[in-house]
Structure formats: C-alpha cells, structure tokens
C-alpha cells in the first residue's frame, strides 16, 4: 500500500483537461511545499513533470500544470495528446526521517 | 546534456547479492545527490535511498537498512547500489535519478533518471 493516495484510472478525450489527484497527510503534502509528478510511458523510465507542487522543468509543456490544497496535491493536464497517455507518480517529501513517499501511480488514457 | 547510463541486466539466485551501476555525465558529478529508486513488475516507484557524491554520506529508507549499500567513485562519475541478501520479490528494475544540489536541501526531486537495470531473483 501507497504511502499518497492516487485514482487507479483517469481519462479524457483530446484536448480535454484532467486532473490527478494525490492525497497524503499532513506529515508530507500537506506539511511541505515539495511534491514532484513523474510520466512513464511503458518500458521508459519516469520523467520529472512538475516540482516543488507548481514549477515545471525546462522543456515540459505548459499543458501541465500543478497546485495544491491541504493534504491534497493535484497534476492537471490541459488540451490532451494522445502521448500524454502514460502512467502518472506523484512524490512527496517527508521529513529527514521518511524522507519521501510516492503514490501508487494513475494510468491516463486518452480515449 | 546530462545523462545516466546504468549497468546491464542481472539474473540472480536468492541469497545472493547484485551491484548496480550508474555513470553519470553531462554535469558535475559531485554537485547532486544521487537516488536509488526501484519499481517491482506492474507496480509503483518505491525509494531506496540517496548518497552525497562529495562526501560519500548515505541516507537509506528504513526498509532498506543493513540491506543495501551505496557508493560512488568520483574518478570516473560513477554510483553504485549493492543490495544483499536477496529474495525473490527484489525483482525489479532499479532506477538511479539525479536529486537537489548538495548545497541545498534535499527534496522530492529526481529530475534525471537513468534508463533502470532489470535485476531478477530466481533460483
């Protein structure tokens, strides 16, 4: 069992908007301004989309976007592209104790 | 550009240990910390622990401990993961990525990865 709690599933139709939820608790998302989201296609390894809950890393689409509230954090994907279809991991830190915790991970698909 | 390259495939019997490693290029070795994060067949991403570069400092996740070796060797920009003891459900690929600057604090960050070693105990 996943330390942040991710939907097994989401999806959308192109250029619709999505939005993956990742819910912790107070001692990682909600007690730090440090989540990261990860893609992975199949076969790939992940790829850094978003860190620190809203920066986006050179060269990532603006498509993607993050925010959170509470002990919730969440990765929103705008306009949808067919290889946005991936598996989607958010990450949080913990604490010099823990340190991190990842979520079970989403899979999108675009219909 | 940055990259890590890591080492090949590895079929292991239960019992034995495995040594992963991840050569990195591209930037400053010893600027970075180092992650070790692996992923079992079909499931998530599951953090292993870190090592300084500059300093060879260690931080493992509780799981881990007394269980899993990291080190470095500067001279050529190389990390290593050496995990003992091996079981069956320790296949998986083992993944190293790039972390925060040393200087600064150390985060949920890993915005490089290497492209993961598959690592399968079988007997």
Not at chain 1, 27 to 44: L, R
Not at chain 2, 78 to 83: H, I, S
Request: aromatic share 12%; proline share 3%; with cysteine.
């Amino acid at each position: 069992q996943s330390a942040l709690t991710q939907p097994a599933s989401v999806s959308g139709s192109p250029g619709q908007s999505i939005t993956i939820s990742c819910t912790g608790t107070s001692s990682d998302v909600g007690g730090y301004n440090y989540v990261s989201w990860y893609q992975q296609h199949p076969g790939k390894a992940p790829k850094l989309m978003i860190y620190d809950v809203s920066k986006r890393p050179s060269g990532v689409s603006n498509r993607f976007s993050g925010s959170k509230s509470g002990n919730t954090a969440s990765l929103t994907i705008s306009g949808l592209q067919a290889e946005d279809e991936a598996d989607y991991y958010c990450c949080s830190y913990a604490g010099s104790s823990t340190f991190v915790v990842f979520g079970g991970g989403t899979k999108l698909t675009v219909l | 550009q940055v990259q890590l390259v890591q080492s090949g495939a590895e079929v292991k019997k239960p019992g034995a240990s495995v040594k992963v490693s991840c050569k990195a290029s591209g930037y400053t070795f010893t600027g970075y910390y180092m992650h070790w994060v692996r992923q079992a067949p079909g499931q998530g991403l599951e953090w292993m622990g870190w090592i300084n570069p500059n300093s060879g400092g260690t931080n493992y996740a509780q799981k881990f401990q007394g269980w899993v070796t990291m080190t470095r060797d500067t001279s050529i920009s190389t990390a290593y993961m050496e995990l003992s003891r091996l079981r069956s459900d320790d296949t998986a690929v083992y993944y190293c990525a790039r972390g925060n600057l040393i200087f600064g604090v150390v985060t949920a960050l890993f915005d490089y990865w290497g492209q993961g070693t598959l690592v399968t105990v079988s007997s």
